[in-house]
């Protein structure tokens, strides 16, 4: 079946370091791949998405590489800010499947000053 | 900007009680589905609908029942509330072709004493 693995749960940064999180997946087909971010009280929104014309998705400083030789789609920016502590999650979806998104568990990020 | 709302925002129900949590999009999008969301677990896919008047299970269906009476309305609902159905709970639209993105409403809080 089709599942995505966020193997962090919690990362901590200091402000100006660079973010890395995690994700791989597993699917049958090929999949879209995409980042949701979502603030404390907030609803979950999109960050970025695999497919934007062979372009490298980039969002608000991040960015992301769908690599499929690895089954990767790790989620990067070179300076984290102090508004980026959220929740992030990565999910994907296959074609012909009503938009179904399957989430990982998510990443909660804190960065401090 | 797409539009969820759902309703009400945050309830407090008695265990065996029935629960009605709302949905209304006004994105014109064919398809609608509900999460819920719990700590270590990310967002799980309970219902999902790509068409008025028909629904389909996700990955966590039991206990839950939907309805889509109409292209703006998805409501969720719990026959006999449970412990276990604490949690936060988000609603999310999406359209039927090309970005494949989800907009997700503001979330319900329901606790089950």
């Known amino acids: 079946g089709d599942s995505v693995t966020q193997t962090e749960g919690l990362v901590t940064l200091t402000e100006g370091l660079p973010v890395m999180l995690n994700c791989t997946y597993q699917?049958?087909?090929?999949?879209?791949l995409f980042w949701y971010v979502q603030h404390l009280n907030e609803a979950p929104k999109l960050l970025l998405k695999s497919f934007t014309d062979n372009k490298r998705p980039e969002h608000q400083g991040f960015h992301a590489t769908l690599h499929k030789s690895s089954s990767s789609f790790h989620l990067q920016k070179s300076s984290a800010q102090l508004s980026d502590s959220a929740l992030y999650y990565c999910?994907?979806?296959?074609?012909?499947?009503?938009?179904?998104?399957?989430f990982g568990s998510g990443t909660k990020l804190t960065v401090e000053p | 900007e797409a539009a969820v709302t759902q309703s009400p925002r945050s309830k407090v129900a008695v265990t065996g009680g029935k629960v009605t949590l709302s949905c209304h999009q006004t994105n014109n999008h064919d398809y609608m589905y509900w999460y819920r969301q719990d700590t270590g677990h990310g967002l799980r896919l309970i219902h999902y609908s790509y068409v008025a008047d028909s629904t389909e299970k996700g990955d966590i269906p039991d206990g839950y029942k939907a309805s889509r009476p109409s292209q703006e309305n998805f409501s969720l609902i719990l026959e006999l509330a449970s412990l276990s159905q604490t949690a936060v709970y988000f609603c999310a639209s999406s359209e039927n072709w090309g970005a494949y993105e989800q907009y997700f409403g503001p979330g319900t809080r329901l606790t089950v004493l």
């Open positions: 699917s049958t087909y090929s999949p879209f």
């Open positions: 999910a994907l979806t296959v074609m012909s499947n009503y938009n179904v998104l399957y």
